[in-house]
T-cell receptor, first 114, second 110 residues
Framework: DAGVIQSPRHEVTEMGQEVTLRCKPI?????LFWYRQTMMRGLELLIY????????DSGMPEDRFSAKMPNASFSTLKIQPSEPRDSAVYFC????????????FGPGTRLTVT | SQELEQSPQSLIVQEGKNLTINCTSS?????LYWYKQKYGEGLIFLMM?????EEKSHEKITAKLDEKKQQSSLHITASQPSHAGIYLC??????????FGAGTILRVKS
């Protein structure tokens, strides 16, 4: 399997623009997680899905952030409008059924908002 | 996460030396997970510990869980340059999701 795939790997955008990050989980995994990593706050869970349904979005910073999972093989995290403080590395991770918390992480998307 | 404290924040060791990284929780642990991250890459799962006193090893890396102390330690024996990276502990303390420590940056000098 190719592992968790994220695109783009790097994104540079101007403040106020819409940003869409994409994730393809490992086939057969039923959980999908979106994380954000910064030097100041470390690795933070934003939202997670189970069988394509959002379960907990309490980590989403504000209404500018939204995430969808239209099917088992694709998820998006959207920021609209983007702000410089959104600059971070965004990770997607997936987890197989019945395997506790052995999450498999994607390579991340490094977002820079100028 | 302030719920998980990792120490030290960073570490520089000479190749061949042993080292220990600690992870302490402010809440009851239901599971402790160690991950390694290389700069610019995602996290790689190392080990999972669930029971007090449990100890697991993978190659030269050993992790232990002291449930009473709500603490875990990661020990690397005879460190190598390939061990360099960021080590993060993650814990199940909120139910069905992980919180992570701030990470420990490890550098190994040849």
């Amino acid at each position: 399997d190719a592992g968790v795939i994220q695109s783009p790997r790097h994104e540079v955008t101007e403040m106020g623009q819409e940003v869409t990050l994409r994730c393809k989980p490992i086939s057969g995994h039923d959980y999908l997680f979106w994380y954000r990593q910064t030097m100041m706050r470390g690795l933070e869970l934003l939202i997670y899905f189970n069988n394509n349904v959002p379960i907990d979005d309490s980590g989403m910073p504000e209404d500018r952030f939204s995430a969808k999972m239209p099917n088992a093989s694709f998820s998006t995290l959207k920021i609209q409008p983007s702000e410089p403080r959104d600059s971070a590395v965004y990770f997607c991770a997936s987890r197989p059924p019945g395997r506790s918390y052995e999450q498999y992480f994607g390579p991340g998307t490094r977002l820079t908002v100028t | 996460s302030q719920e998980l404290e990792q120490s030290p924040q960073s570490l520089i060791v000479q190749e061949g030396k042993n080292l220990t990284i600690n992870c302490t929780s402010s809440k009851t642990l239901y599971g402790l997970y160690w991950y390694k991250q290389k700069y610019g890459e995602g996290l790689i799962f190392l080990m999972m510990l669930q029971k007090g006193g449990e100890e697991k090893s993978h190659e030269k890396i050993t992790a232990k869980l002291d449930e009473k102390k709500q603490q875990s330690s990661l020990h690397i024996t005879a460190s190598q340059p390939s061990h360099a990276g960021i080590y993060l502990c993650g814990a199940d303390i909120r139910g069905n999701k992980l919180v992570f420590g701030a990470g420990t940056i490890l550098r190994v000098k040849s």
